[in-house]
């Protein structure tokens, strides 16, 4: 499973570090796993999450507690499937994303 540090999170959603960890905070559904240094492992659906919650918040102007209740909302709604396939190219995206830019970096 791929696992993504909290500064590429923070360069993919264009956030700074301590957003996320207050997004953390407020959203129980966010919960990266911590590696043996104590550093935030993000998996995909965390990120997958983190895109929601930063549209909701940003381009919806959704207030904290709205996009919460949405999430949930979205959550809880019968569009599995077609959730399952937007996050799974979501995924794809990211993926590639990193790669060009390691690349980039070389």
């Known amino acids: 499973m791929e696992s ?7 360069r ?3 956030v700074k570090p301590h957003v996320l960890r207050y997004w953390e905070q407020e ?8 590696d043996f240094n104590g550093q ?3 998996t995909s659906n965390d990120l997958n999450t983190l895109y ?4 909701l918040l940003y381009e919806e102007k959704y207030t904290i507690e709205g996009a919460r209740n ?3 909302k979205d959550v809880s709604s019968g569009n599995a499937d077609l959730r399952a396939a937007i996050n799974s190219m979501r995924q794809s995206l990211v993926s590639l994303s990193l790669k060009v830019e390691k690349s980039s970096e070389s």
């Open 4 to 10: 993504y540090s909290i500064g590429e999170v923070c």
């Open 27 to 34: 959203f129980s559904l966010l919960s990266p796993r911590k």
């Open 12 to 14: 993919l959603l264009n």
């Open 52 to 55: 929601r919650i930063r549209h």
């Open 70 to 72: 949405r999430i949930w």
């Open 40 to 42: 935030r492992k993000y």
